[in-house]
């Protein structure tokens, strides 16, 4: 059972916009602007999109955003396309005892 | 450019050890934190293990403290996790993946993997 809850799916059509959450505790989520976003084709490197709740790392789509309210964190994914198609992980800091970094269970995004 | 290359996995029984390398290349691999993530066939992933820059520092995940061990050698650019007294929930595939700078809780390039299969 993972530390955080994420939708096991999400769809919508191309151009679309989707958003997708993640739900922990006070101890991860909600008590640190830890918060990252990995994007998984099955088979390939995992790659992070979004870092410390909302910053972008350099190379990776505008299309993707990041937010975080209370003990939810959300990605949202505008103007869908059908390479969006992946599953996406959350993770955060933990301050709980261990372990000190925790994932979602995952998200699978189909473009319809 | 960035490179991360797993290898090392395979099939073993229960109760056996093996040991998973990471190839690191494209950057300054001493400079930072590595860590070691796990994905089980249909789960999603888990934080296995993490290593600072120098090595001084380690820290484990409940599920593989005492039996599995973090190690690198900054001269030859590699990652290493020794497993042993391996169980059948041990079964994932293994990714080494970077921290970069001051950010242990971020994983900012990660290998393709390498699985694990435990069985009798």
């Known amino acids: 059972q993972s530390a955080l809850t994420q939708p096991a799916s999400v769809s919508g059509s191309p151009g679309q916009s989707i958003t997708f959450s993640c739900t922990g505790t006070?101890?991860?989520?909600?008590?640190?602007?830890?918060v990252s976003w990995y994007q998984h084709y099955p088979g390939k490197a995992p790659k992070l999109i979004i870092y410390d709740v909302s910053s972008r790392p350099s190379g990776v789509s505008n299309r993707f955003s990041g937010s975080k309210s209370g003990n939810t964190a959300s990605l949202t994914i505008s103007g869908l396309q059908t390479e969006d198609e992946a599953d996406y992980y959350c993770s955060s800091y933990s301050s709980s005892n261990t372990p000190p970094y925790v994932f979602g269970a995952g998200t699978t995004v189909t473009v319809l | 450019q960035v490179q991360l290359v797993e290898s090392g996995g395979g099939v073993v029984q229960p109760g056996t050890s093996l040991r998973l390398s990471c190839a690191a290349s494209g950057f300054s691999f001493s400079s930072l934190t590595m860590h070691w993530v796990r994905q089980a066939p249909g789960k999603g992933l888990e934080w296995v293990a993490v290593?600072?820059?120098?090595?001084?520092?380690?820290y484990y995940a409940d599920s593989v403290q005492g039996r599995f061990t973090i190690s690198r050698d900054n001269v030859e650019n590699t990652l290493d996790l020794q497993m042993s007294s391996l169980r059948p929930e041990d079964t994932s595939v293994y990714y080494c993946a970077r921290a970069p700078n001051g950010a242990w809780h971020n994983f900012d390039y990660w290998g393709q993997g390498t699985l694990v299969t435990v069985s009798s």
């Open positions: 006070s101890s991860d989520v909600g008590g640190h602007n830890f």
């Open positions: 290593i600072s820059n120098d090595g001084s520092q380690k």
